[in-house]
């Protein structure tokens, strides 16, 4: 992929029970990136099913920006895991936006069980994916003809598709998909800034 020409919109979706670090640790990525990358090279916005509070794991709340009817375009989009993806795999209201949203977005990334999503949506047919560590004979069941990838960080799928194992696997994720769109100058700052890896 080449460099961008303009600034990038990341939408990241928000939902009730969502894991926090699904949502929160590729915002900070796109968002840190954004503030230090070469002309600003992204900005965030979250979309929820509703414009009223997402309310994730352990009380965490997202008070989205746009909702799946007024959400704009967007260049990326993020969809988070958690246990309230159950909830909405046969919410045929959502999976038509994701799939009109797939054939618009520049790169389509997904978060832990957010691969759940996409899998029944029929975004992942005959396509490589992995997904939390705990679910993926649930997406290998949802969805027959994907390669379920075990034990990797994150895959690429296509020129078009990123998805990620769990939690905290999406910033890894979400720097890879950084670098691809900038440059490595880009994914190396944020990481700086992020701290990202420190042991102690």
């Known amino acids: 992929m080449t460099p961008p020409t303009s600034r990038r919109t990341v939408a990241i979706l928000a939902f009730d029970d969502m894991e926090v670090l699904d949502y929160a640790g590729p915002y900070e990525v796109f968002n840190v990136a954004g503030e230090l990358g070469a002309d600003r090279p992204f900005e965030v916005f979250s979309v929820g099913l509703t414009t009223g509070p997402a309310v994730g794991r352990g009380g965490f709340t997202v008070l989205p920006t746009y909702s799946l009817d007024d959400a704009p375009a967007s260049d ?3 969809v988070p895991g958690g246990a309230g993806t159950r909830a909405l795999l046969d919410d045929e209201r959502l999976l038509a936006w994701l799939r009109e949203r797939t054939g618009e977005v520049e ?3 997904s978060v832990c069980t957010g691969a759940l999503l996409l899998g029944a949506a029929g975004l992942l047919e005959g396509c490589r994916a992995t997904t939390h560590h705990d679910a993926y004979d649930e997406l290998a069941a949802l969805s027959p003809t994907t390669v379920v990838v075990r034990g990797e960080r994150f895959v690429r799928s296509a ?3 990123l998805t990620s194992a ?3 696997a999406g ?3 979400s720097l890879h ?3 691809l769109l900038t440059d490595e100058h880009t994914r190396d700052v944020t990481v700086s800034e992020m701290e990202w890896g420190w042991r102690s």
Do not use: F
């Open 107 to 109: 790169l389509l990334v």
């Open 76 to 78: 990326l989009l993020v």
């Open 177 to 179: 998909a950084v670098q």
């Open 171 to 173: 910033i890894d994720c």
């Open 166 to 168: 769990g939690v905290s």
């Open 159 to 161: 020129q078009t598709i």
